[in-house]
T-cell receptor
Framework: DARVTQTPRHKVTEMGQEVTMRCQPI?????VFWYRQTMMQGLELLAY????????DSGMPKDRFSAEMPDATLATLKIQPSEPRDSAVYFC???????????FGPGTRLLVL | QQPVQSPQAVILREGEDAVINCSSS?????VHWYRQKHGEAPVFLMI?????EQKGHEKISASFNEKKQQSSLYLTASQLSYSGTYFC??????????FGQGTRLTINP
């Protein structure tokens, strides 16, 4: 059964370190989304891609966050340098495009000390 | 613009019914409902497209009134497994979803 996969599932790091999160979308899905979830802010869209091209990254702090899709099977989200306020669960979701729905991966729980 | 969900939380006994509402100040192309259990990812329940359609999924159904820019999720004869946080995601025209703050549903035996 097709699923979105994310690695790592958990990450603890120190402030100032680089963090890289990876996502493998469902095969055949051409749209990939990155979300951040916190108790205070809920589910926030950070960036999304269609056919590997970035369409919207307005939700992402540009100075420290970057998102890429080096190929159709891999999306990455990087934080450099990380800060304690980046602690959150980061979800990747993929969809077949158009107005179809999205399917979420299991998330990466990030704790920045 | 983030849609508003109500209520923010609800506690039920097993077998009772619940309604969760999602309201937007912007015109909507579709509404997507998800359920998230603690420590897990949101799981897709159903999508409602423009046209006022109502959809069902076991004892969970939903409606979408595009004129009022509202959607409601109906849970009938709730089961313990229905516990979790329910989110509506709204497509406001950019083919991306804006999620509400969630409604926490607790079902007690």
């Amino acid at each position: 059964d097709a699923r979105v996969t994310q690695t790592p599932r958990h990450k603890v790091t120190e402030m100032g370190q680089e963090v890289t999160m990876r996502c493998q979308p469902i095969l055949g899905h051409n749209t990939v989304f990155w979300y951040r979830q916190t108790m205070m802010q809920g589910l926030e869209l950070l960036a999304y891609f269609r056919n590997r091209a970035p369409l919207d990254d307005s939700g992402m702090p540009k100075d420290r966050f970057s998102a890429e899709m080096p190929d159709a099977t891999l999306a990455t989200l990087k934080i450099q340098p990380s800060e304690p306020r980046d602690s959150a669960v980061y979800f990747c979701a993929s969809g077949p495009g158009g107005r179809e729905t999205q399917y979420f991966g299991p998330g990466t729980r990030l704790l920045v000390l | 613009q983030q849609p508003v969900q109500s209520p923010q939380a609800v506690i039920l006994r097993e077998g009772e019914d619940a309604v969760i509402n999602c309201s937007s100040s912007k015109a909507l192309y579709s509404v997507h409902w998800y359920r998230q259990k603690h420590g897990e990812a949101p799981v897709f329940l159903m999508i409602l497209l423009k046209g006022g359609e109502q959809k069902g999924h076991e004892k969970i159904s939903a409606s979408f009134n595009e004129k009022k820019q509202q959607s409601s999720l109906y849970l009938t004869a709730s089961q313990l497994s229905y516990s979790g946080t329910y989110f509506c995601g709204t497509d406001q025209g950019a083919q991306k979803l804006v999620f509400g703050q969630g409604t926490r549903l607790t079902i007690n035996p």
